[in-house]
Nanobody
Framework: QVQLVESGGGLVQAGGSLRLSCAAS????????VGWYRQAPGKQRDLVAT???????NYADSVKGRFTISRDNAKKTVYLQMNSLKPEDTAVYYC?????????WGQGTQVTVSS
């Protein structure tokens, strides 16, 4: 079992920035694919960005050029730097980890972007 604890959400004006963090409870983090999904009210949960154990990244088209995912294996933490935020980025952001065929989710952190 792996626990994921997110932090860094909040309220920001359009054009602003936030950085989300997600800390994992086990060192197996270093072998995992980790990332972020988001879910807006009334919508499905969608991929935002992922990063593999070797550092390869993947982004949703809607966030390319604005968001950057990174990881620190020593700290067992994945980050999501969000710049040039838009009202349509408003959602609950969930940390995600996949390792050894199992998926794990954080509890979610709210990001609200005001216009």
């Amino acid at each position: 079992q792996v626990q994921l604890v997110e932090s860094g959400g909040g309220l920001v004006q359009a054009g602003g920035s936030l950085r989300l963090s997600c800390a994992a409870s086990r060192s197996i983090f270093s072998a995992a694919i980790v990332g972020w999904y988001r879910q807006a009210p009334g919508k499905q949960r969608d991929l935002v960005a992922t990063i593999t154990s070797s550092g390869s990244t993947n982004y949703a088209d809607s966030v390319k050029g604005r968001f950057t995912i990174s990881r620190d294996n020593a700290k067992k933490t994945v980050y999501l730097q969000m710049n040039s935020l838009k009202p349509e980025d408003t959602a609950v952001y969930y940390c995600y980890l996949r390792v050894l065929g199992s998926d794990y989710w954080g509890q979610g952190t709210q990001v609200t972007v005001s216009s």
